[in-house]
């Protein structure tokens, strides 16, 4: 069983992978601490984009020697794949990592997963520690890999007809932003670097089909900006995840001010300054923690 150092440091591991948020894809968020033999933490690392290092290599390359005999806490498995990077579970064994805690089993592991390999490897290995906490930064990339389409999230001002700008609602966490001119960006401009080429526009012939195509660029996130229009074609579709409503408490004085929650629930109501900002996810998620 994880102990309160490992479970503290899974916390901190959650919060650091968020680091990644906007830039990993199609490579998934995820952070990792090292700790020493007497439980003290050495080293911390988060992935930040495809063809730079795993989150497992950049906390081992800061905690360098400290990490021998000690634990890696990682929120997802180490893969044990040579790609661009090496494969995290060679890296932990040649470090001398003598135990691995990870939150949520990596389901697009090529061959025999990192987890099976250290284990027969002679490394101690527990899985699942905090898998529920994990998914609130991993659970848009399981769910966009489980489904071969980006999680998508609706964000518009209930009371105000210009959405471009949703308070309370930070584009740096996607990967694809797209307003209701059909007009694509990256959430961060250049933040996956060169070989991530967006297509200009998003076709609003074939919801499901455009998802896919913006999928096989590389997306496993999109903010979708607007009060009608596009949104409403995934909404249809039941191609929308989440949905981030601006509410002033002008109550539904314009068309569309409604909140569209048939099928969702409330999963957040914040106050922030001179509105009220809901977040609503679908009852049925495609991806839960196990
Ligand atoms: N455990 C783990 N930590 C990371 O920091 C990761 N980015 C991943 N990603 C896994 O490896 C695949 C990408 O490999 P390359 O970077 O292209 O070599 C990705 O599909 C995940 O399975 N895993």
Redesign the pocket.
């Known amino acids: 069983m994880a102990s309160e150092t490992e479970v503290a440091a899974m916390r901190r591991a959650i919060a650091v992978s968020a680091l990644g948020l906007g830039t ?1 894809s ?3 968020p ?1 952070g ?1 601490l090292i700790l020493d033999s007497g439980g003290r933490v050495v080293g911390e690392g ?2 930040r984009r ?2 730079e290092a ?3 290599g950049n906390a081992l390359a800061a905690a360098g020697h400290a990490a021998r005999g000690g634990t890696a806490v ?1 929120t ?4 044990n ?1 040579v ?3 090496p494969a ?1 579970r060679a890296l932990l064994i040649e470090a001398g990592i003598a135990r691995v805690v990870v939150a949520v089993i ?1 389901p ?3 061959g025999a997963g ?1 987890v099976a390999e250290l284990s027969r490897e002679g490394t101690d290995v527990e899985v699942g520690v905090l898998a529920d906490e994990a998914e609130l930064v991993l659970g848009p990339w399981l769910t966009a890999v489980g489904r071969g389409t980006p999680f998508v999230t609706w964000a518009y001002c209930a009371d105000a007809e210009d959405h471009r700008q949703v308070p309370g609602v930070d584009v740096h966490g996607y990967d694809a932003v797209v307003g209701s001119d059909g007009h694509l960006r990256e959430g961060v401009p250049g933040g996956h670097g060169e070989t991530f080429v967006l297509p200009g526009e998003l076709s609003r012939d074939a919801p499901e089909m455009a998802l896919r195509a913006l999928y096989a660029a590389g997306v496993r996130s999109l903010l979708v900006l607007g009060g009608r229009g596009l949104a409403e074609l995934f909404a249809a579709a039941g191609l929308v995840d989440e949905v981030l409503v601006c509410l002033t408490g002008r109550a539904a004085s314009l068309p569309g001010g409604e909140l569209p929650f048939s099928g969702f629930r409330i999963s957040s109501v914040r106050r922030l300054e001179d509105h009220v900002l809901v977040q609503a996810q679908r009852e049925d998620p495609l991806f839960r923690a196990k």
């Not at 997802?76 to 893969?79: D, H, I, Q, S, V």
Request: aromatic letters at 4%.
């Open positions: 990993t199609p490579n998934p995820v990792c988060f992935h495809k063809g795993h989150a497992e990682v997802l498995e180490p893969c794949h790609g661009r990077a995290c990596d697009t592991s090529r990192g």
